[in-house]
C-alpha cells in the first residue's frame, strides 16, 4: 500500500480500540495509544534509505515488531518514571489545593494513571500494533510479505490487490478516516455520550 492506504488500514484498525478505551474512561492512554501507532506505524518503510536492508525484508516482519515493542515499552517505562509522575506529583500538592476545577482534577487523575509500568506496557502494545498495521496493509498486497524473517523465508499473499493500487489506496483512507470519525462523532455530546 502507499502512504495515505497505510494511514486508512492503521485508522481502521484504531477506531474500535480508541472507542473502547474512552468508553472505560482512559482518555490520556487513548490520545497516547493513536498518536504513538500513527507515529510507529510507517517506520518499515524506512527501509528504503537503510543501507542493507532490501525493501519488505526483516524490516516487515513479527521480529521487528517485538523488537519496536521492546523498544517502545523502554522510553514508555522512562517517560513514566522522569515525566508523568513527577508532573502528577506536582499537580497533586501544587497546582490542586489552588485551583479545585474539575479540568485539572481530571488531568491530575489522567496523569496519575500513567505510571512507568502501564506506559511501558502501552508503549510495547503501541510499537506492536504500530508495526502489525503497517503489515496488515502490505500482506494484502500482490507482493505481500516474508513475516517470519529472518527464521523463515516464507511469504504471504492475501489477495491480488496491486500496492500502487491508486483505486484500493483511496477506498482504505476514506474508510479508515469514515471509522475514527464514527468514532468521535459517538463519543460526542452530539451523540449524547458524556453530558
Known sequence: MYRHGHLGITLLILAPISYALVQTGQFALTGLLVLGVLIIEPLPDNDHWVPGLSHRGVSHSLLTAG????????????????????????MQTSVLPATNTTVVVIATEQLAALTPETLAGLGFVIGVLGICAHLAGDIITVS????????????ISLSR???????????????????MGTVIFALSPFAGAFP
Not at 514508555?76 to 513527577?86: A, D, F, I, N
Not at 496491486?162 to 471509522?179: D, E, I, K, M, P
Open 144 to 155: 505481500g510479505i516474508h513475516p517470519f524473517l529472518p527464521f523463515s523465508r516464507r511469504r
Open 161 to 179: 490487490l496491486r500496492a500502487a493500487s491508486t483505486l484500493a489506496n483511496t477506498v482504505f483512507l476514506l474508510l479508515g478516516v469514515l471509522a
Open 67 to 90: 523488537v519496536i515493542g521492546l523498544i517502545c515499552a523502554g522510553c514508555g517505562w522512562l517517560l513514566g518514571r522522569y515525566l508523568t509522575v513527577p508532573l502528577a506529583h506536582w
